[in-house]
Nanobody
């Protein structure tokens, strides 16, 4: 069983920065892609950024140039560096990890979510 623990959310003024971290723990699995979704109040959960095990990254258009995703495979940890934050970036940020338990068993695990609030 995989557990994801997030940290780094908080309150910041517009133009500020935050760094989110998400560490996966457990045994008997390998991790493929990791990343972050975000959900603004009253809206659906949308992908913000993801990174494959090989380091290929994908970003939502709204965060390109401001967010940087990275990972430390040795620590099973993914990071999201956010700069030039805007009030529209406010929401709950959920970490995910695409995990292979066996050759035939693949699941997406989720973190509990961390609140990011950007004040204007």
């Amino acid at each position: 069983q995989v557990q994801l623990v997030e940290s780094g959310g908080g309150l910041v003024q517009a133009g500020g920065s935050l760094r989110l971290s998400c560490a996966a723990s457990g045994s008997g699995f390998s991790i493929n892609a990791m990343g972050w979704y975000r959900q603004a109040p009253g809206k659906q959960r949308d992908l913000a950024a993801l990174i494959t095990s090989g380091g290929t990254t994908t970003y939502a258009d709204s965060v390109k140039g401001r967010f940087t995703i990275s990972r430390d495979n040795a620590k099973n940890t993914v990071y999201l560096q956010m700069i030039s934050l805007k009030p529209d970036d406010t929401g709950v940020y959920y970490c995910f990890a695409d995990v292979s338990i066996t050759v035939y068993s693949h699941v997406r695990s989720w973190g509990q979510g961390t609140q990011v609030t950007v004040s204007s």
